[in-house]
């Protein structure tokens, strides 16, 4: 079970959260023209890296913020959390 | 039955308690302390079951947890449990045991025929054989296979027993409390860390308890002894017998699987049957210690082949002889120990040692006491059918590769060892790059991957002086990291005898034209043979050949076998053991009982119910409930002898007819509060929000990114920056989650809150022609009319001077309000309605009324908004605005969501008018088309319409829009059913929407 550290509430175990796939999604921006492969891309393309990668989690049963995580995929191993808001 | 191979005076179990225990029906004795192995062996009993394959006789070959033979089904409290390895089971008064996988006993078992087949049982000749015909699998090969093949029997009892989970954090755990355990987590509690030590037997001090050393002036038991004393009794450390850590997983967390309960006759009152610890450890130290490995040899499964060590811990922990003509058999020095030990309690034996010359201090030693010792000798086979009786050695050359001439030596038993094989599997577990070590032939931790360090035998470290002085540094240095303090605690004096090399020997030739069966792996009866074999037709990688010949698998995972398979693939392919690479090693190191790993999460414990505050008064009314999601609903309320199909029809008549009442409190409920709220709603959901007034509800519908519906509701506008959104019951969860999602992450400028009010507040709808004549008589100072609180108004009120809140919103189609209350009020209000409801004949209804409601108003439900249709689907085109943007709009132009003859939602009338249509039945065009039949469409929810008094569905149909009028066949494989339909508009009842708005 990982051990992820939430950048509001502290280290806590992965059954606190649950996940919320790629961190580095950009929604096109509202009321403007979006091609139809940007669109594509957006909501069904994913890239599903082996080794580093920005990804969402919930504080589903804590604090409930979303927070980015950078782990690697392979190995587990979590660098860095950060707010949602915040560069990782 | 005397305990004839019981002695008097060694061991250390407590003599003064005497305990009867029955195996395989007959009746025996042991003491208090024994295990189940160490008793029946006591009392000569060496047949404990047959072997997985072949069926032939089996015993004991361990003396712990690396036994693979002797497992039996245990019988404790009424209960039943399989695959108990008696080597590990403690004696308790009563307690029975059965020998698995022989029918009709186990001294004559039937299967034991396959020891005579074994011609047809290759490696993988279940992938070879049983193929044709191909009929015969299912109703014959395979049920025979299984009766033939497996182990024991698993309870079908619902297991009374309680287990429990616990979450424990500490800075060190330690697993094991051998010599190396004890000394660091002595040295790194004094350095004051929080300790956990973890020992799977019951006794401590593991390698101790058998071997004649001295630490600091005492004999290492009773040094093991003292330090345990005095670790039990700092605060800083938590000691645990019983307690085998199995798994080492991601951010050092490990599970210990704590047996409280198992070494007793029933589990005392509030104390768990075992308990699993969830542990988060700052480090860890594995001292998992070592476990001796076997040298292969003909029939080497006889039962009276022993390890060395276990034969030397059944003297010296229990006072047993696993014989009393011992024959040894070694390649190394540590079975010399087991002779001396022998020798000392007057049995004498003789000893095999595949070395030519070796001397040490050891060796000498039994010189000197007189035994008897061959070297450059072998046993070449063990002789005898259910326990060895002469073995067959002969004279080894030094290439190892001729034997002598073949003698016959009288031995009830065979105490075989060699060398030993480092217990790695949790440092393995954990990631650890494991590294093979030459000297001794085995694998031991290389580079960590997170805070482990692995002291002791289980780091291939032999020596005790050795072991404790890293065992103190470690403990100390581990610790200091942690605490920042510097405690030192200085190593004790350490006496033990010195030993030479071990000779690299594995595994004994086999004589000419003899075909002796040499096992590799017991539990699973792989032989050598049987490893050439797979080599042989190609398999290459170690991975392979495990799972080709089973080599490793079931219960006990090999920890016997491993090292000798791998040793066997290097030679036949000419390559040395690390390029071989072993087998990875997988949580849990030891079996783990599934009552364990649920815990308490058991019936209806398995997932929370989530009641109404208005439960019980449904449960006095014979409520038949449903689960809605997580939530218990009143399907319908029973009366007399009706079912659910009369018990409905009756409530939903009802309240067409007059009034009805619904619990509605399950629904999700959200708070979506502040001054960019009504921005926020509009782009959440398809419709337009930012004019809607305070005192006033919209229908509204949202979708995700892909132009799916996700879910439907109503949300009110409560003041000017707080509006309460409802979600339909399943979705609460997830609609919150997508909430925050936008809030937090792709407008984390807009100024809005949102929180859950699901289980604030209780509701109860009220429905039919009569409802507003009951709301005005339960809420007397409002005005009720349709000016007052028209459709889609909001007001707040007292009911009998309980604050609530009104809405007229309806999803029965009919004039309809919804009242919500505090929860702690909810029964208070449900109890009014009924009361005040009465002189308008008021009846609860459930679930299955409402759907007919729904269904026949033709309004959408979960059924039609099921994760594959878009708002055009589902008829909801009005609610899809064209100005602004939302969530899910931009896939909306997709091409295929903008298709001519896209589905949609459409009625269906049998034309019988009669026969109801099982949802999930197909509408094709011609009932007896060739098959595949081609699917216009899906009925996705079905009713008995009390407006009209026939069957109505809706459905989900292609070009929807132009089939009605048309005529379909719905279709029902299953239920074996061809019905005839009309397609009508999906608003059966009332298509204006008049009656809610009268």
């Known amino acids: 079970m990982l051990h992820i550290k939430c950048p509001h509430c502290g280290l806590r175990s992965q059954n606190e959260f649950s996940y919320g796939g790629d961190g580095t999604v950009k929604r096109p921006d509202l009321n403007k023209e979006v091609s139809d492969k940007e669109w594509d891309t957006f909501v069904y393309l994913r890239k599903s890296p082996r080794g580093k990668h920005v990804e969402l989690w919930h504080h589903i049963s804590g604090c409930r913020q979303w927070i980015k995580v950078e782990r690697d995929t392979a190995t587990h191993e979590i660098f860095k959390t950060s707010k949602v808001n915040e560069d990782i | 039955m005397s305990e004839e191979f019981r002695l008097d005076k060694i061991g250390l179990v407590n003599r003064d308690k005497k305990i009867s225990f029955k195996f395989n029906g007959k009746k025996y004795f042991g003491y208090e302390g024994d295990t189940l192995a160490s008793a029946l062996i006591a009392n000569g009993v060496h047949l404990i079951g047959r072997s997985f394959k072949y069926h032939r006789p089996r015993g004991f070959f361990g003396a712990g947890v690396d036994e693979p033979y002797a497992m039996v089904q245990l019988y404790r409290n009424n209960e039943t449990e399989p695959n108990v390895r008696a080597t590990e089971q403690e004696l308790f008064e009563g307690l029975e045991a059965k020998s698995l996988n022989c029918w009709p006993s186990v001294n004559f078992d039937i299967g034991a025929i396959n020891n005579f087949l074994n011609k047809f049982l290759p490696a993988g ?66 350095n004051g860390a929080r300790v956990i030590l973890a020992e799977d037997k019951s006794r401590f001090g593991g390698s101790l308890l058998t071997s004649e050393v001295s630490i600091g002036n005492q004999n290492g038991k009773d040094w093991a002894d003292n330090i345990i004393a005095e670790l039990k009794e700092m605060p800083n450390v938590t000691v645990k017998n019983r307690a085998q850590v199995f798994g080492y997983y991601d951010h050092n967390m490990l599970v210990m699987s704590e ?184 694998f031991v931790p290389g580079k960590s991957k997170q805070n482990e360090t692995t002291v002791g035998s289980a780091n291939g470290i032999f020596s005790l002086e050795k072991t404790l002085i890293t065992a103190f540094e470690k403990g100390h240095e581990i610790s200091k990291k942690i605490t920042n303090k510097d405690n030192k605690i200085s190593v004790p004096q350490v006496s033990e005898k010195k030993f030479t090399q071990h000779d690299k020997f594995w595994c004994v030739p086999l004589p000419k034209e003899k075909n002796y069966k040499r096992f590799l792996d017991f539990q699973n009866d792989v032989t050598v043979s049987d490893v050439e074999l797979a080599i042989r037709e190609g398999y290459r990688s170690i991975e392979h050949v495990k799972r080709y010949t089973t080599l ?73 409930f449903v689960d809605a999601g997580i939530w218990l609903r009143p399907r319908y309320y029973k009366k007399g002898n009706e079912g659910l199909f009369e018990a409905s029809k009756r409530e939903a008549e009802n309240v067409r007819k007059n009034v009805g009442v619904c619990d509605v409190t399950t629904l999700g409920k959200i708070d979506v509060k502040g001054p960019d709220a009504a921005e926020f709603l509009n782009r959440v959901y398809t419709n337009a929000w930012l004019k809607l007034p305070v005192g006033k509800a919209r229908y509204g519908v949202m979708l995700r990114e892909d132009g799916i519906v996700m879910d439907d509701g109503t949300t009110t506008r409560i003041s000017e920056h707080h ?23 792709v407008w984390p400028e807009l100024n809005v809150n949102v929180v859950s009010t699901t289980e604030q507040w209780a509701g109860a709808a009220i429905a039919g022609p009569k409802s507003r004549n009951l709301l005005q008589k339960l809420f007397p100072d409002i005005n009720v009319s349709n000016e007052g609180l028209p459709f889609m108004g909001y007001l707040e009120s007292n009911l009998f001077g309980i604050p609530a809140r009104i809405f007229r919103i309806s999803f029965s189609g009919e004039l309809a309000y919804e009242v919500n209350v505090e929860s702690d009020n909810g029964n208070f209000m449900w109890e009014k309605i009924i009361e005040i409801g009465k002189e308008f004949a008021i009846q609860p209804y459930g679930t299955e009324a409402l759907s007919t409601l729904r269904i026949e108003m033709g309004h959408v439900a979960g059924s039609e908004l099921d994760g594959r249709t878009i708002p055009y689907d ?110 009508v508009s999906s608003h059966y009842v009332d298509p204006k929407g008049e009656r809610v708005r009268s």
């Open chain 2, 259 to 442: 047996r409280l309960s198992d070494h007793l006759p029933k589990s005392k009152k509030y104390t768990p049957k075992q308990r699993l610890w969830y542990i988060r450890a700052k480090e860890v130290i594995i001292s998992t210690g070592s476990i001796e490995r076997p040298i292969v040899f003909g029939n080497n499964d006889t039962p009276g082949v022993v390890l060395a060590s276990a034969a030397k811990e059944y003297l010296k922990v229990y006072g047993v002889l696993v014989g009393k003509k011992p024959l040894i058999f070694t390649n190394n020095d540590s079975a010399y120990e087991t002779a001396i030990e022998f020798k000392k309690n007057n049995i004498n034996p003789i000893i095999l040692d595949t070395r030519k010359n070796p001397e040490s201090e050891i060796i000498s030693e039994a010189k000197n006491m007189g035994i008897e010792m061959k070297f450059s000798y072998v046993v070449v086979a063990a002789k005898g059918y259910k326990k060895v009786n002469f073995a067959e050695i002969a004279n080894i050359s030094e290439d190892k590769k001729d034997l002598g001439k073949i003698e016959n030596i009288n031995c009830d038993c065979i105490c075989v060892s060699g060398f030993w094989t480092p217990t790695i599997h949790l440092a393995s577990q954990s990631g650890n790059k494991t590294k093979f070590n030459e000297e001794i032939d085995a």
């Open chain 2, 125 to 190: 000749f279940y992938y070879k054989t049983f193929m044709w015909p191909k009929s015969f699998w299912y109703k014959i090969y395979e049920p025979f296979i299984r009766k033939a093949a497996g182990f024991g029997v698993v309870s079908t009892k619902h297991d009374n027993e309680r287990y429990e989970h616990k979450y424990e954090y500490c800075d060190l755990l330690i697993t094991g409390s051998g010599p190396s355990g004890l000394a660091s987590a002595y040295a790194a509690a004094k």
């Open chain 2, 874 to 983: 589902n008829g909801l085109d009005g609610l899809v605005s064209k100005k602004k943007d939302f969530i899910g709009k931009r896939s909306l132009n997709r091409k295929a969501f903008i298709a001519k003859d896209r589905q949609k939602v459409v009625g269906v009338v049998p034309l019988d008018k009669k026969t109801s249509i099982p949802e999930g039945s197909h509408l094709v065009k011609d009932a007896n088309a060739i098959l595949p039949n081609p699917k216009l469409g899906h009925i996705s929810a079905s009713c008995w319409s009390v407006e009209y008094n026939n069957p109505f569905s809706l459905a989900i149909l292609k070009d929807g829009k132009n089939m009605i009028g048309k005529k379909l066949f719905a279709l029902c494989p299953v239920k074996n059913k061809s019905i005839p339909v009309e397609i």
């Open chain 2, 552 to 624: 490793g698998m079931a219960t006990d995972q090999g920890k016997t076998s491993n090292l000798n398979g791998l040793q066997l693939v290097s030679s036949i392919e000419n390559k040395i053991v690390p390029s071989v690479g072993h087998t990875t090693f997988r949580p849990p190191y030891t079996p783990v009982s599934i009552g364990a790993i649920v815990g308490r999460e058991i019936g209806k414990h398995s997932k929370p119910t989530r009641k109404s505050p208005m439960h019980s008064w449904h449960e006095k009314h014979n409520a038949v």
């Open chain 2, 723 to 745: 509006y309460h959104m409802t979600t339909t019951t399943a979705q609460a969860a997830n609609v919150l989650s997508h909430l925050e999602y936008y809030l937090q992450i």
